[in-house]
């Protein structure tokens, strides 16, 4: 069942095997409204138009009309833009019951796989054809799995959708516990769903599952997946919203489509605020800072308060509370939560009980009435690890509090604003590779990846070029267009954008030779890879040459963050930061230049520089590996 807090895995697999009906479809336009909500509207067959939208880490579906977006669209939304615009869902699928999403999408040669996970926080990563991640909404590092670019994304978790029947009688009678728990675990079924499940085969919930008829209840589960997937009733009932009627739940409205159910049941999504009533004094850029830093402050105060007063009554109500966290901790070892909240519900009259107020299955904890404050508490830890959970929040948000003052006292005054043209940079076609313009405005232009060097060495290089490249295995291809009197920029250009950035060194060997002395004609038995060269005759080495990348806001004579050798990059900018090998992943040192810039600007200098400083200007400047940021 569909409850506030989010979608179960069998609420999913409706969901999934509705979006399926639909197809063939195609990726219209995608939004991101907030943090965690995403929009993609898709195009069918007949000109039908449908919008999924998805709240990560919470629910998905259909809906009839989205929020309205932000103005400027999330770099994650335009990332997703740029690669999946125009193309085909092949198929929207779900590995077994878990509590995730795949859409496939094709667009030319290449298929896209576009996954939302509804559980823990939730995420949304677009991965290419082979599952290597592309770029997630949020990194994520765990125990067993990296949700970062770069890694090979990995579904998680396991489910009894496709065991074969033998299989399902091994694992019932390899469990240790009753059948019900067995399902709502062991298959991700959730107990509303294990309990159908019992109740469709006609075994008792608190039947070891060792012992049950595993055909009968394999059966049952089939026919809860059948239902699910194909004879969909959505209703609502008291407890939630659901795709299918379960035995003994209220009905109170009935829907066409699963969809349009969850549409009903969830919040709506709070888009873009209107702008202040005509009339009313419009406040100062500066003025609508402070305010909100005010009330900033003022909640983390209330939050602090709070904290403190639920430390204190944990203290004065520690014998009490330090017994149910004992009672429970040992009674959930041996009976379902279900069972726990019924059994606290029948002794009222208990004290102890009384105190219960609410049961959370999900997290093993409980909320407790303690006179002026109900706290919740965790059973499987002390109630000093529960103390010490406040004290961290108590922690976090005095941190906060100094911080927001901090930036109270940083705020000068504004000025009043001009309005500034600025004239931003034109694409041009170098702009794919990557480049700069030494300071006697020779144009040198380097390859992202093996497709490019081939292409800039076939299609670029001229005979007055010259070919530049740093002496270890993988690297850009750096082309010279043209004579130069700062070659050094160029060897340095070359030595940072290759491996030797990657492997950690600070320095490098670069050579550089004639475009008739490079071929890709290997010798008698040889083999030349993809993007390599062979180059023959005599080269020009530059030994030991410093590695180092420079990225800046130029404001003339067109606006447009640019990158390079410092010393072709320093006269041109407004604004600059210099990079050097280091531990921050390339998508994280972006961020960190885009923040060091802006600081360097005033509020009415960044208002008019957002459409050209930010992340994706800013990523194509960085060298692969980790970097670290050196102030010039």
């Known amino acids: 069942m569909a409850t506030l807090q989010g979608m179960s895995g069998v609420d999913l697999r409706a969901l999934v095997a509705e979006a399926a009906d639909r197809l063939p479809l195609w990726v219209g336009k995608i939004y991101q409204f907030d943090a965690k909500t995403l929009g993609i509207r898709l195009n069918g067959e007949d000109r039908a138009k449908y919008q999924l939208l998805v709240e990560t880490g919470r629910r998905a579906h259909f809906t009839a009309e989205f929020p309205i977006p932000p103005k400027n669209p999330p770099s994650f939304a335009m990332l997703l833009r740029k690669h999946l615009d125009g193309g085909k869902v092949l198929g929207i699928r779900q590995p077994g019951i878990e509590r995730t999403i795949c859409i496939d999408v094709g667009k030319r040669d290449t298929t896209y796989h576009l996954i939302f996970e509804l559980f823990d926080e939730g995420n949304a990563i677009l991965c290419d054809e082979g599952y290597t991640i592309i770029k997630p909404l949020w990194h994520h590092r765990f125990k067993t799995r990296e949700v970062v670019p770069g890694a090979v994304y990995a579904f998680d978790g396991t489910d009894c959708s496709n ?68 004879r969909r009733e959505p209703v609502i009932t008291p407890s939630g919203c659901w795709p299918v009627v379960l035995a003994g739940e209220e009905v109170r409205d009935r829907f066409a489509t699963f969809s349009e159910a969850l549409d009903a049941f969830y919040p709506k999504v709070t888009g873009e605020k209107e702008e202040a009533a005509a009339g009313k004094p419009r406040l100062s850029q500066e003025e609508v800072i402070r305010r909100r830093q005010a ?111 901090a930036a109270m006292e940083r705020m000068i005054p504004g000025k009043p ?82 491996n030797a950035w990657k492997a950690g ?36 080495y530059f030994r030991n040459v410093p590695l180092g990348v420079a990225i800046g806001l130029q404001m003339a004579p067109e606006v447009a963050v640019i990158g390079g050798p410092p010393g072709a990059v320093t006269e041109r900018t407004k604004a600059r930061v210099e990079l050097r090998p280091g531990q921050y992943e390339p998508n994280d040192t972006a961020k960190k230049v885009v923040r060091a810039l802006r600081e360097k600007l005033s509020e009415d200098e960044w208002k008019g520089l957002k459409n050209a400083l930010n992340t994706e200007a800013v990523a194509a400047f960085v060298p692969p590996g980790g970097s670290d940021i050196v102030e010039p």
């Open 505 to 540: 060194h600070f320095t490098a060997d670069v050579y550089a030779a004639r475009p008739d002395q490079v071929s890709k004609t290997p010798e008698s038995g040889e083999y030349v890879a993809r993007g390599a060269f062979i180059v023959r005759g005599e080269r020009q």
């Open 163 to 230: 065991l074969s029947p033998d299989e399902f009688r091994k694992m019932l009678s390899g469990s240790d516990r009753d059948i019900v728990r067995t399902l709502a675990v062991g298959c991700m079924l959730g107990g509303a769903y294990a309990e159908e499940v019992c109740r469709i085969a006609g075994v008792e919930k608190s039947a070891a599952a060792a012992e049950v008829d595993a055909a009968a209840v394999r059966d049952a589960f089939d026919r809860l997946m059948a239902d699910v997937g194909h």
């Open 295 to 405: 009330e900033a402050i003022k909640g983390f105060e209330k939050k602090i308060q709070r904290y403190e007063r639920v430390v204190e009554v944990l203290y004065e109500n520690y014998t009490p509370v330090t017994g149910i966290i004992s009672t429970l901790d040992e009674a959930s070892k041996n009976r379902s939560w279900q069972e726990i909240e019924q059994i606290l519900k029948s002794n009222d009259k208990n004290a102890a009980a009384k105190m219960v107020r609410a049961v959370h299955p999900a997290e093993a904890a409980v909320e407790l009435d303690l006179g002026e404050e109900r706290v919740k508490v965790y059973v499987h830890e002390t109630i000093e690890q529960n103390i010490g959970r406040y004290y961290d929040q108590i922690k976090k948000f005095k941190k906060k509090k100094t911080g927001a003052l």
């Open 417 to 498: 604003r001009r309005r500034q043209n600025l004239a931003l940079q034109k694409k041009r076609w170098y702009h794919r590779f990557r480049w700069f313009t030494t300071t006697d405005g020779v144009l040198v232009i380097g390859g992202r990846d093996a497709s490019q060097n081939e292409e800039l060495v076939k299609k670029y290089m001229e005979g007055g070029d010259l070919f530049v490249h740093a002496d270890v295995h993988g690297g850009s291809v750096v082309i010279v267009k043209g004579t130069t009197e700062h070659l050094d920029e160029a060897v340095q250009f070359a030595a940072s954008y290759s």
